[in-house]
């Protein structure tokens, strides 16, 4: 079943750990396998990545812990290796890390964030959840609570998150199968989504031959990478959405986020629900109206988009 | 912006893991009408205090306030009797009921008034897709705009949408009459087998055997008679769409079936 939440304000930063927790926790009933959340907080010169060593069910051997702290001291080492200077070292649990860097311009000014994603996922076991300015992609097994809890994002602060609660289908329950999904290699990029995309072979082939690589077998990395595809040949996220709704099969409403844009696609089933609030100081968008009743507490006036739409906010 | 307070959530949206729940006994009775608070209420819990205040109290106009959205409220109700909710409902809201005539002022979310056998629902606002899915009679008018697939499976009873309508909407549709006021999203009444859709603004595109009717006068009587009940004014010029029956196989009875019949 799967719920997916959004949530934008567009008067300053707020509390969207908090928020995103008590809208994700209300939807736990439409999946309780994993949570995720993506957030933005204020955006600094530094880049922020989190990344995870293990997974939440690796088997514990006994070598894990010395696995865990040689393959950290590699991923340190090749970020040095990199140029990169490293700044602050969260382990925020015994596998799920958050590094802030800085790192040298690569031709156009931006840091070569496929380079670091690529040079890291060579050490076993490592996963890049995110890279980017603003964006924080967090996720792990368990209800919002659990999770919010265990990465201590209550105080987290920004102006713009997206979340999911998953009821595992098409993929194992572990953190790789859990969304929201990085757009690797773009920076700030990350989508949830509900539903299931059935030709998901044709474009992993087909993405892959263009140099992208996917993190899990889960159907809706699809969407994150393909979007990344179309916004590298220059298409705006707006657009890229549109097109994924003739070139994407299958029944899906998915929720893309860039570090200035919120945006939502239904396909042309309408066959996933989404229910959406709007004012002039926030947008909150869930598939059910009791995640977004968790943070507006009072009567509102809500409707559900139709098929085939796709709207996109600015913050 | 009012925020739930600082407590943690532990509203459990499915209802399932209250087996225990009793009704609160929160509501006040005034010159035979009950009013109560559902507002730190539990799914179980609000369905228990209408059902002790309809069955066991005998009373037959109950107003909630602050239904909050919350699923499967007000399901089941049968019998003759006002329900006002102050609010919206989320998903299957007003399920199975038969009898009651019911007021919503907020919206109502996916699948409301699912099987539907007698009574009216108003909805002053929106409703979701699903909504009056096999319903069997009565009458049910959403003020706003409805989601996709309204009406599947509808056997009997009105729909009245004041707004647009979504995709599929009157699929499979095998009786009853459906007025939408707006526009209609694409396969508009794909598959129907009987049943009449009324249309006031454009259709993106007719479904497979959904084919124009012809105009009668019993269906200018039927649109001006309901307008006049939900007081909706003058109706606007609607287009008629029924079953092309092409598809039609109610009479290929099967040949043991047949033999039966004969």
Same mark, same amino acid.
């Given at each position: 079943?799967?719920?997916?939440a959004?949530? +934008?304000?567009?008067?300053?930063?707020h509390?969207?750990?908090?928020d995103?927790?008590?809208?994700?926790?209300?939807?736990?009933?439409?999946?309780?396998?994993?949570?995720?959340?993506?957030?933005?907080?204020?955006?600094?010169?530094?880049?922020?990545?989190?990344?995870?060593?293990a997974?939440?069910?690796?088997?514990?051997?006994?070598?894990?812990?010395d696995?865990?702290r040689?393959?950290q001291?590699?991923v340190?080492?090749r970020?040095r290796?990199?140029?990169?200077?490293?700044?602050?070292?969260?382990?925020?649990?015994?596998?799920?890390?958050?590094?802030?860097?800085?790192?040298?311009?690569?031709?156009?000014?931006?840091?070569?964030?496929?380079? +670091?994603?690529?040079?890291?996922?060579d050490?076993?076991?490592?996963?890049?959840?995110?890279?980017g300015?603003?964006?924080?992609?967090?996720?792990?097994?368990?209800?919002?609570?659990?999770?919010?809890d265990?990465?201590?994002?209550?105080?987290?602060?920004?102006?713009?998150?997206?979340?999911?609660?998953?009821?595992a289908t098409e993929?194992?329950?572990?953190?790789?199968?859990?969304?929201?999904?990085?757009?690797?290699?773009?920076?700030?990029?990350?989508?949830?989504?509900?539903?299931?995309?059935?030709?998901?072979?044709?474009?992993?082939?087909?993405?892959?031959?263009?140099?992208?690589?996917?993190?899990s077998?889960?159907?809706?990395?699809?969407?994150?990478v393909?979007?990344?595809?179309?916004?590298?040949d220059?298409?705006?996220l707006?657009?890229?959405?549109?097109?994924?709704?003739?070139?994407?099969d299958?029944?899906?409403t998915?929720?893309?986020?860039?570090?200035?844009?919120?945006?939502?696609?239904?396909d042309?089933?309408?066959?996933?629900?989404?229910?959406?609030?709007?004012?002039?100081?926030?947008?909150?968008?869930?598939?059910?109206?009791?995640?977004?009743?968790?943070?507006?507490?009072?009567?509102?006036?809500?409707?559900d988009?139709?098929?085939?739409?796709?709207?996109?906010?600015?913050? | 912006?009012?925020?739930?307070?600082?407590?943690?959530?532990?509203y459990?949206?499915?209802?399932?893991?209250?087996?225990?729940?009793?009704?609160?006994?929160v509501?006040?009775?005034?010159?035979?009408?009950?009013?109560?608070?559902? %507002?730190?209420?539990?799914?179980?819990?609000?369905?228990?205090?209408?059902r002790?205040?309809?069955?066991e109290?005998g009373?037959t106009?109950?107003?909630?306030?602050?239904?909050?959205?919350? %699923?499967?409220l007000?399901v089941?109700?049968?019998?003759?009797?006002?329900?006002?909710?102050?609010?919206?409902?989320?998903?299957?809201?007003l399920?199975?009921?038969?009898?009651?005539?019911?007021?919503?002022?907020?919206?109502?979310?996916w699948?409301?008034?699912?099987?539907?056998m007698?009574?009216?629902?108003?909805?002053?606002?929106?409703?979701?897709?699903?909504?009056?899915?096999?319903?069997?009679?009565?009458?049910?008018?959403?003020?706003?705009?409805?989601?996709?697939?309204t009406?599947?499976?509808?056997?009997?009873?009105?729909?009245i949408?004041?707004?647009?309508?979504?995709?599929?909407?009157?699929?499979?549709?095998?009786?009853?009459?459906?007025?939408?006021?707006?526009?209609?999203?694409?396969?508009?009444?794909?598959?129907?087998?009987?049943?009449?859709?009324?249309?006031?603004g454009?259709?993106?595109?007719?479904?497979?055997?959904c084919?124009p009717?012809?105009?009668?006068?019993?269906?200018?009587?039927?649109?001006?008679?309901?307008?006049?009940?939900?007081?909706?004014?003058?109706?606007?010029?609607?287009?008629?769409?029924?079953?092309?029956?092409?598809?039609?196989?109610?009479?290929?009875?099967?040949?043991?079936?047949?033999?039966?019949?004969?």
């Amino acid at each position: 079943m799967c719920g997916i939440a959004g949530l +934008i304000y567009r008067d300053g930063t707020h509390e969207i750990g908090r928020d995103l927790t008590r809208m994700l926790q209300s939807m736990k009933h439409r999946g309780p396998d994993s949570t995720g959340y993506a957030l933005y907080g204020p955006r600094g010169h530094r880049i922020l990545m989190r990344y995870t060593l293990a997974d939440a069910n690796t088997p514990r051997d006994f070598e894990f812990a010395d696995r865990l702290r040689r393959h950290q001291a590699q991923v340190l080492d090749r970020l040095r290796g990199l140029g990169a200077t490293v700044h602050d070292v969260e382990a925020e649990t015994e596998y799920a890390y958050r590094i802030e860097l800085e790192l040298p311009a690569a031709n156009g000014g931006e840091p070569d964030l496929k380079a +670091i994603a690529d040079r890291l996922e060579d050490i076993p076991d490592c996963e890049v959840l995110s890279l980017g300015h603003s964006l924080e992609i967090v996720k792990d097994l368990g209800d919002a609570e659990t999770v919010s809890d265990q990465y201590e994002l209550k105080g987290f602060t920004g102006t713009h998150a997206i979340g999911h609660v998953r009821m595992a289908t098409e993929s194992d329950v572990d953190i790789s199968g859990a969304h929201p999904y990085w757009a690797y290699p773009f920076s700030d990029v990350a989508v949830v989504h509900n539903g299931q995309l059935t030709n998901y072979f044709q474009w992993k082939r087909r993405l892959e031959r263009s140099g992208h690589r996917f993190q899990s077998e889960c159907d809706s990395e699809i969407i994150a990478v393909y979007l990344a595809e179309k916004m590298s040949d220059g298409a705006s996220l707006e657009d890229a959405m549109r097109d994924s709704l003739e070139e994407l099969d299958g029944v899906f409403t998915y929720i893309a986020v860039t570090d200035d844009a919120l945006g939502v696609a239904k396909d042309e089933m309408a066959a996933k629900p989404l229910v959406l609030y709007e004012s002039d100081d926030v947008v909150a968008l869930a598939s059910e109206e009791i995640a977004i009743r968790a943070v507006l507490d009072r009567e509102i006036e809500t409707y559900d988009p139709y098929e085939s739409e796709v709207l996109v906010w600015q913050r | 912006m009012a925020a739930v307070g600082e407590q943690r959530i532990t509203y459990d949206a499915r209802g399932l893991a209250e087996p225990n729940a009793e009704a609160p006994r929160v509501a006040t009775v005034e010159d035979g009408r009950a009013t109560f608070d559902a %507002h730190d209420l539990t799914t179980r819990q609000i369905n228990l205090e209408l059902r002790r205040l309809l069955y066991e109290e005998g009373i037959t106009d109950v107003t909630v306030l602050n239904p909050g959205a919350k %699923h499967s409220l007000g399901v089941g109700i049968l019998t003759r009797c006002r329900l006002r909710f102050e609010g919206s409902l989320g998903y299957f809201g007003l399920g199975l009921i038969d009898g009651p005539e019911i007021v919503v002022t907020g919206r109502v979310g996916w699948s409301a008034c699912e099987n539907m056998m007698s009574g009216v629902v108003q909805v002053e606002s929106n409703a979701g897709s699903l909504t009056g899915a096999a319903m069997r009679g009565g009458d049910l008018v959403v003020k706003g705009r409805v989601g996709a697939r309204t009406g599947i499976d509808q056997k009997g009873g009105t729909i009245i949408v004041g707004e647009d309508a979504g995709s599929m909407t009157g699929f499979m549709m095998q009786r009853g009459r459906m007025i939408i006021l707006g526009n209609a999203g694409p396969g508009l009444g794909d598959s129907m087998y009987d049943g009449t859709i009324y249309v006031g603004g454009t259709v993106k595109s007719l479904g497979i055997d959904c084919v124009p009717g012809e105009w009668t006068d019993a269906d200018t009587e039927l649109i001006e008679r309901k307008f006049s009940i939900y007081g909706l004014g003058d109706p606007p010029e609607l287009q008629k769409f029924v079953c092309g029956k092409k598809l039609y196989n109610y009479d290929n009875l099967e040949p043991a079936e047949r033999k039966l019949v004969l």
